[in-house]
């Protein structure tokens, strides 16, 4: 080492202090907040695990850090020392202050107060400083959690994790709902769900599963919907049938849930959210069923109905949690025809299908089903609803050489995450949403 090399202190983090009692530290965050009073201010630091207090007594010092705005970033040296009224039971005395970077306006809304009284527009107008409250912070901790208990099950199931291309040259799902592109003079989209891609994996690992964007081009504007959003999505081989895909994702979400109630719990105390247990055995009915049983209570006529709608799915779950104590319901045996043309049809009753949906609050959160798995009940289905199987021929190569049983399904990470949490709106669970009026930041 030179003589002129200057050592910098190791940085410690705010939750590490309650074991650094008596040790000199070094700190770096935001300036979440600094209250000057009379004969000593406070300040607090933010970080990534969280706020640290320090004591200012130091008149000059003050002075100085009144003049910052929030959101200024500090280097603080000090002293830990025990207070109970301090956030983790620690503050920091006899701090040497620096700054980093200094904030050159105030953030649009007030960071270090508990609750956020901006509307969802500001919220996102200004995201790359508003996600930095711990509220909208905490929600995409549970993101995190979650994904890391989406993969972790999947893994343990001998699933293989893969990556599908985002630019396509024919619809996903046979619909017109697609963003088109230019793709050097040849017309392409951006992928509706990499269901055709996960589907050739089969053939290739059995089992595989993937993280990744989708885009439907619907122009909604609802509380639930995006254009844009994380699909987590699994296909297995070897199925009997879609019961099979259908205990895999009741497992899937268990462990989702588990990872964030082991990993979060700062996060769920903050949010005052408690994370629903998952039933070993989930209730499930059948489309005919639920249209039965929904008609009979409300009076509605649903005969000839091909989906189900909000109100419904709304119904149902307060069935389900009302019969059976579930925050979950699975409905399956969706009609053929609403469903994709790969979706394989019940045996005895081809007007229905090997589908579902996972409910959960009330809301879709999944949707799956067994596939077909032979190349003449394709060319069939295509045929049958007026496609032309050419634009699928490099999709349907897979099922020319042998495709077992297989089946999976797909779920909306943001909206997973709201229904956890509660919020009113996906986009309040979205890092930087897209629908039809928002394109930036």
Same mark, same amino acid.
């Given at each position: ?5 200057v050592?910098?202190?190791?940085r ?13 530290v ?29 004591v ?14 929030h #959101?200024? &970033?500090l280097? $603080?040296?000090?002293?830990?020392? +025990? %207070? *109970?009224?301090?956030?983790?039971g ?33 919220l ?20 995190h ?7 972790s ?23 017109a709902n ?14 509706q ?11 290739v690992? #059995?089992r &595989?599963?993937? $993280?990744?964007?989708?885009?439907? +081009? %619907? *122009? ?28 895999m ?12 109630s ?12 408690e ?41 149902l779950?307060?069935?389900a ?5 579930s ?13 994709a ?28 089903g067994?596939?077909?798995?032979r190349?003449d009940?394709?060319i ?23 495709m ?7 779920m909306?990470l ?5 229904r ?6 996906i ?15």
């Amino acid at each position: 080492m030179s003589l002129n090399e200057v050592v910098t202190p190791a940085r410690s983090l705010s939750a590490e202090l309650q074991d650094r009692t008596g040790e000199v530290v070094t700190l770096q965050g935001w300036l979440h907040h600094f209250r000057r009073l009379s004969n000593v201010s406070f300040l607090l630091l933010r970080d990534r695990t969280g706020v640290a207090q320090i004591v200012i007594d130091d008149p000059d010092t003050a002075e100085r850090l009144s003049m910052l705005k929030h #959101e200024s &970033v500090l280097t $603080v040296n000090g002293t830990v020392t +025990a %207070e *109970p009224q301090a956030p983790g039971g620690v503050e920091i005395k006899q701090p040497t202050v620096t700054v980093l970077s200094e904030a050159l306006e105030e953030p649009p809304i007030e960071l270090y107060k508990p609750t956020i009284r901006a509307q969802l527009p500001t919220l996102l107008d200004y995201a790359p400083v508003t996600l930095r409250h711990p509220r909208r912070r905490a929600y995409f901790r549970l993101t995190h959690a979650a994904l890391i208990g989406y993969r972790s099950v999947l893994v343990d199931a001998g699933f293989t994790e893969i990556q599908t291309p985002k630019l396509v040259a024919a619809a996903t799902e046979g619909g017109a709902n697609v963003f088109p592109l230019d793709y050097f003079g040849r017309r392409a989209f951006l992928a509706q769900s990499p269901q055709l891609y996960k589907q050739m994996m089969v053939g290739v690992f #059995e089992r &595989v599963f993937e $993280v990744g964007p989708v885009f439907r +081009a %619907e *122009p909604h504007d609802t509380t639930r919907h995006l254009n844009e959003y994380v699909s987590l999505d699994m296909e297995m081989g070897f199925i009997r049938d879609h019961r099979d895909v259908m205990q895999m994702l009741r497992n899937i979400v268990a462990g989702m849930f588990a990872a964030m109630s082991s990993q979060c719990r700062p996060e769920l105390d903050l949010l005052q959210v408690e994370i629903p247990p998952v039933p070993e055995q989930i209730p499930s009915l059948h489309f005919a069923d639920a249209l039965r049983m929904i008609g009979a209570a409300t009076g509605e006529d649903l005969s000839g109905e091909q989906d189900l709608a909000p109100a419904h799915e709304a119904w149902l779950g307060e069935w389900a949690k009302r019969e059976h104590q579930s925050e979950f319901v699975y409905v399956t045996g969706f009609p053929t025809q609403k469903r994709a043309f790969y979706t394989h049809p019940e045996p005895d009753r081809p007007e229905y299908s090997n589908s579902f949906d996972l409910l959960f609050r009330g809301l879709e959160l999944a949707t799956g089903g067994q596939r077909l798995h032979r190349y003449d009940d394709y060319i069939g289905a295509l045929e049958g609803r007026g496609m032309d199987p050419e634009p699928f021929q490099g999709y349907l190569q897979a099922f020319k050489f042998g495709m077992p049983p297989h089946g999976g399904f797909g779920m909306g990470l943001e909206r997973v995450i709201a229904r956890v949490v509660g919020a009113t709106n996906i986009r309040d669970t979205t890092l930087f949403p897209r629908d039809i009026n928002r394109l930036t930041p």
